[in-house]
């Protein structure tokens, strides 16, 4: 019997010009969280980090805060190591009385002199809450990843969605659509869609007659497609972003 599954976005998608006037990550994803966990008129999560050397590693120490819960709730700080090609899960659960929880990771760094990772926060529905872009050098001192402008492209992003649909063989879809705006010849694009350890990624042209383009993560009958979580990126030719999104893939009911 072949896989089905089901994908919910972990985010609403995030555009090019959340970045016009911040260069902290953090700041930006924080425009699109769509959790109902949440208090209504909740701020942003709050997160802190700090490191130390520890032998021949360094551990590190993430910390988040909710203020404004009504009652305990479950959260979920995750970890991807993106060079290293992996990832950590700790489960937390915060109460009115206990809004702050940490997470101690310890990294080898058998002969490197920094490492990165992105950490988030997820509530109990796997939507995200925050996330942050961490730099940390051998000796524990940690850094935020400053995105400035010379990752963002220059290009003018008009439609950037992710909807659910059917294609032209009948299999259900999640469709990710990137459109362009004010062009005056073909330029082009790079969709992808990345698990950790595996990266689908193709090159499109939008053009004046047909500026937008999409990329489709099939939910039927798919052999490259496990349960997890997926980012779908869109960026120009010298990769600069141009938008991106996260959702959680499920097996089908």
């Avoid at 896989?3 to 919910?8: E, G, L, T, W």
């Avoid at 509530?123 to 995105?147: M, Q, S, W």
């Avoid at 469709?175 to 082009?188: A, H, Q, S």
Wanted: proline residues 6%; aromatic residues 8%; negative net charge.
């Amino acid at each position: 019997m072949a896989a089905r599954f089901v994908a919910v976005p972990s985010l609403a998608v995030v555009r090019k010009e959340d970045f016009a006037s911040t260069s902290l990550i953090p700041e930006a994803y924080a425009r699109h969280i769509t959790s109902r966990c949440l208090p209504s008129g909740q701020a942003p999560v709050h997160c802190s980090v700090s490191g130390e050397a520890v032998g021949s590693g360094v551990r590190l120490r993430f910390s988040s805060k909710v203020d404004g819960l009504g009652g305990p709730a479950m959260l979920t700080h995750k970890f991807f190591f993106v060079d290293g090609e992996e990832t950590r899960e700790r489960f937390h659960v915060v109460t009115p009385e206990s809004p702050e929880v940490t997470t101690d990771l310890l990294v080898l760094f058998d002969g490197r002199e920094r490492d990165y990772c992105h950490a988030s926060v997820y509530d109990a529905e796997n939507r995200l809450l925050a996330v942050h872009a961490i730099v940390f050098d051998k000796d524990g001192r940690t850094t935020p990843y400053p995105f400035t402008q010379r990752y963002v492209s220059p290009l003018h992003l008009g439609r950037a969605d992710l909807t659910e649909t059917v294609d032209d063989t009948g299999r259900r879809v999640l469709r990710f659509t990137v459109g362009l705006t004010g062009l005056t010849e073909p330029v082009t694009v790079a969709l992808a869609r990345q698990g950790m350890g595996w990266i689908e990624r193709v090159e499109l042209t939008c053009s004046p007659r047909h500026p937008e383009v999409h990329l489709d993560l099939p939910l039927d009958d798919n052999p490259l497609l496990a349960c997890g979580d997926w980012v779908l990126i869109a960026v120009d030719e010298q990769d600069r972003f141009l938008a991106q999104t996260l959702v959680t893939v499920q097996s089908a009911p």
